[in-house]
Nanobody, 122 residues
Framework: QVHLVESGGGLVQAGGSLRLSCAAS????????LGWFRQAPGKEREFLTA????????LYANSVKGRFTISRVNAKLTVYLQMNSLQPEDTAVYYC???????????????WGQGTQVTVSS
């Protein structure tokens, strides 16, 4: 079982940067792959990126390659999403999610955080 809490969202101007954090807890939390998703108003939930339990492998959606970076630190219980060159279309609720050990994937995650709002102004 994994509990996830996101933080770091807020308001940023276009072209700016923001770093989101996800704190994981639970007896086996450190063994789960962790990923980031977002959902904008009126749109489907979108996969962004994921990282393996040991931080050895990453997966990125084509839409964020070169702008967003995922990392995992603090005994594998904290994952970051560094977002650069933000644009208004990046405005969304951003979610951290956990997936049992296995190959990285872009769907079917079992555990989700509450989400953190990111708003990018023009």
């Amino acid at each position: 079982q994994v509990h996830l809490v996101e933080s770091g969202g807020g308001l940023v101007q276009a072209g700016g940067s923001l770093r989101l954090s996800c704190a994981a807890s639970g007896r086996t939390a450190s063994t789960y792959n962790l990923g980031w998703f977002r959902q904008a108003p009126g749109k489907e939930r979108e996969f962004l990126t994921a990282i393996t339990w040991n931080g050895g492998s990453t997966l990125y959606a084509n839409s964020v390659k070169g702008r967003f970076t995922i990392s995992r630190v603090n005994a594998k219980l904290t994952v970051y999403l560094q977002m650069n060159s933000l644009q208004p279309e990046d405005t969304a609720v951003y979610y951290c999610a956990a997936d049992p050990p296995g190959p990285l994937r872009d769907s079917k995650y079992d555990y989700w955080g509450q989400g953190t709002q990111v708003t990018v102004s023009s």
